[in-house]
């Protein structure tokens, strides 16, 4: 069955410093892997997802994720922080080979300090 | 373009009363999903239907029954309403199973059981 770890339940940066999110999975099958965004009292929004043709993705607002199978993992970076980033963010896991479920981390809120 | 639409948006329930949370999407998507979101705990599956016809249980199904009445609309009922099941609702659609393939979601439905 899939799984999927995100390290930190919250993470503080100052705006303009680079943003790290970590996340860990486990997986029976090659993976499809998503990380999603949700700012406060809103809905979810898609920042990027990995479909196997390249293992560094670029998604929305800057934001990159890449995807290392030795490690099993998919760590979120941007490489300068906005105030806008404030919000929590989900790295999320499906077995495309496997069952149709879709599992989501625990999330990790990301502060920006002014 | 409606994309996945939930009713209610809010509603409050006393402890012990029965309701059915909708949800319908437009975008002719094979597989649907129920999770429920609860501070610090990510985004959780209830259950979720792979095709018409089809459920199957997720992560957290105790209390909870679904309905896929036809490909458009994925229904959850809370027979007899406990505090615990006091959360945000989400339903979430996607085309097919295959890599890569992200989920799409509703606005959410606050409910409150007191």
């Known amino acids: 069955a899939q799984s999927v770890t995100q390290l930190d339940s919250h993470v503080s940066v100052s705006e303009g410093t680079p943003v790290l999110l970590r996340c860990n999975y486990s997986?029976?099958?090659?993976?499809?892997l998503f990380w999603y965004v949700q700012h406060p009292n809103k809905g979810l929004q898609l920042l990027l997802k990995y479909t196997s043709a390249a293992t560094l993705v670029k998604g929305i607002n800057g934001f990159e994720a890449e995807f290392k199978k030795s490690e099993t993992s998919f760590h979120l970076t941007k490489p300068s922080a906005h105030m806008s980033d404030a919000a929590e963010y989900f790295c999320?896991?499906?077995?495309?080979?496997?069952?149709?479920?879709?599992?989501f981390g625990k999330g990790t809120r990301l502060h920006i300090l002014p | 373009n409606a994309g996945v639409t939930q009713t209610p948006k809010f509603q409050v329930l006393k402890t012990g009363q029965s309701m059915t949370l909708q949800c319908a999407q437009d975008?002719?998507?094979?597989?649907m999903y129920w999770y429920r979101q609860d501070p610090g705990m990510g985004l959780r599956l209830i259950y979720y239907s792979a095709s018409e016809g089809t459920t199957d249980k997720g992560e957290v199904p105790n209390g909870y029954n679904v309905s896929r009445l036809n490909k458009r609309e994925f229904s959850l009922r809370l027979e007899s309403a406990a505090p615990s099941q006091t959360s945000v609702y989400f339903c979430?659609?996607?085309?097919?199973?295959?890599?890569?393939?992200?989920?799409?979601f509703g606005q959410g439905t606050r409910l409150t059981v007191v």
């Open positions: 999320v896991v499906s077995d495309p080979g496997g069952d149709d479920k879709i599992i």
């Open positions: 979430a659609s996607r085309p097919r199973t295959g890599h890569g393939t992200e989920a799409f």
């Open positions: 975008m002719n998507h094979n597989s």
């Open positions: 997986s029976s099958y090659s993976p499809s």
